[in-house]
């Protein structure tokens, strides 16, 4: 099979070292889609409510390669939700020393 399909078998190692690869680091790959509505939440709370720049300026300082499907400002309670890869996040602003603090998310409850 080497002989007769050598890029086929290259792909098919290469297949492979990714997928242990993935497997040794699965800890780490389920974390990566809460880390971006988390990054995005805090970042926009701290620029927003602790610099006070305008939200067209913080919007453009939280963006990213991978973009958000969602995010809301709510003002009058100081509070940033960002939703991405299907998971949002929220930050709110604690105050002038304490800053901008990500909530803790509910626990998800499987559906009965």
Partial sequence: ??????????????????LGWGWTNRADL??????IGAYSAK???SCRYVM???PNYCEGYIK???PLSEL???QASKR???RGLGSTQTAQWQ????GCQLLAQPAATPDS
């Fill in 64 to 66: 990213q390669y991978i």
């Fill in 43 to 45: 970042e926009y709370c």
């Fill in 1 to 18: 099979m080497i002989r007769r399909h050598p890029w086929l078998s290259i792909l098919a190692v290469l297949v492979l070292i990714a």
């Fill in 80 to 82: 940033v939700t960002a």
């Fill in 52 to 54: 006070n720049n305008p």
């Fill in 30 to 35: 389920q974390a990566f889609p809460s880390i």
């Fill in 72 to 74: 809301l400002d709510d």
């Fill in 95 to 98: 105050g002038q020393r304490q």
